[in-house]
T-cell receptor, first 111, second 110 residues
Framework: DAGVIQSPRHEVTEMGQEVTLRCKPI?????LFWYRQTMMRGLELLIYFNNNVPIDDSGMPEDRFSAKMPNASFSTLKIQPSEPRDSAVYFC?????????FGPGTRLTVT | GQQLNQSPQSMFIQEGEDVSMNCTSSSIFNTWLWYKQDPGEGPVLLIA?????ELTSNGRLTAQFGITRKDSFLNISASIPSDVGIYFCAGQTSGSRLTFGEGTQLTVNP
């Protein structure tokens, strides 16, 4: 298996622009997680899905953030409009039990 | 909410030395996981622990699930330069949500 796939690996955008991050979980996994990592706050859980249904979105910073999982093999995290404080590395992870497997991350820079 | 205290925050050791790091919590966890993160990459799962008192090894890595279920440690024996990275502990109660420690930055001098 190729593992969790994320795209793009790097994204540089200007403040106010819409950003869409993409994730393909490991086949057969029924949980999908979106995390954000910064030096100041470490790894933060933003939202997670079970069988394509959002279970807990309490970590989503504000209404500018939204996430979807239209099917078992694809999820998106969208930021609209983006702000400089959104600059971070965003990770997607998937699991079918207790063990979560992470993708390589998307490094987002908002100028 | 739940918090994990991971220590030490950073370690500088010589190649060949053994390393120990740990995580403690005021809350009980049902599962403990240990991850390693290399620069520019996502965390990689090293060891998973499911029972209080469990001791599990993966090559030169050994981890234990504390009897109280509020702590866990990770040992690395005979460190090598490629052990460099950030090590995270993570605890899980019910459901799938993980609580992560702040990480231990390990530097190994050849």
């Amino acid at each position: 298996d190729a593992g969790v796939i994320q795209s793009p690996r790097h994204e540089v955008t200007e403040m106010g622009q819409e950003v869409t991050l993409r994730c393909k979980p490991i086949s057969g996994h029924d949980y999908l997680f979106w995390y954000r990592q910064t030096m100041m706050r470490g790894l933060e859980l933003l939202i997670y899905f079970n069988n394509n249904v959002p279970i807990d979105d309490s970590g989503m910073p504000e209404d500018r953030f939204s996430a979807k999982m239209p099917n078992a093999s694809f999820s998106t995290l969208k930021i609209q409009p983006s702000e400089p404080r959104d600059s971070a590395v965003y990770f997607c992870a998937s699991s079918y039990s207790h063990e979560q497997y992470f993708g390589p991350g998307t490094r987002l820079t908002v100028t | 909410g739940q918090q994990l205290n991971q220590s030490p925050q950073s370690m500088f050791i010589q190649e060949g030395e053994d390393v120990s790091m740990n995580c403690t919590s005021s809350s009980i966890f049902n599962t403990w996981l240990w991850y390693k993160q290399d620069p520019g990459e996502g965390p990689v799962l090293l060891i998973a622990l499911y029972k209080a008192g469990e001791l599990t090894s993966n090559g030169r890595l050994t981890a234990q699930f504390g009897i109280t279920r509020k702590d866990s440690f990770l040992n690395i024996s005979a460190s090598i330069p490629s052990d460099v990275g950030i090590y995270f502990c993570a605890g899980q109660t019910s459901g799938s949500r993980l609580t992560f420690g702040e990480g231990t930055q390990l530097t190994v001098n050849p």
